[in-house]
């Protein structure tokens, strides 16, 4: 009974794989199509206007006068005390915030450059 379950359940197994064979496989068409990026370039931002800022250096020696010019000025006495390395900690300060800004222009440059549209030849 082996001998003959065995011949065929191959001749049906092999029989599926003829029947693929016999349908034609549909025909696949590729096609590439290019699209330009339309990215629209925003306008730089207008440049930061600082207004002015009067600095007085105030030490015991001239403290009398800087008052009395301060009381004539301006009527009020307030003061905003930095100390030198406090100065110091501004100034490193500001340098950083200005190579942060030039970064960033940077890398807002490179991004436009890359969306800009580019000219086939």
């Known amino acids: 009974m082996k001998w003959i379950i065995l011949p065929v359940a191959l001749t049906l197994l092999s029989s599926c794989g003829a029947v693929g ?59 905003i005390a930095v100390t030198p390395k406090g100065y110091e900690n501004l100034a490193l300060g500001i340098a950083e915030l200005r190579r942060y800004i030039l970064q960033q222009q940077s890398i807002i440059a490179y991004y436009e450059d890359a969306a800009a549209p580019t000219q086939q030849e």
């Open 21 to 79: 064979s016999l349908i034609p496989e549909p025909v696949v068409v590729t096609e590439t199509e290019y699209i330009e990026r339309e990215i629209p370039i925003q306008p730089r931002p207008e440049p930061v206007a600082m207004p002015d800022v009067d600095w007085y250096v105030v030490n015991q020696s001239n403290l009398e006068e800087f008052l009395q010019r301060i009381n004539n000025d301006v009527g009020d006495v307030v003061f």
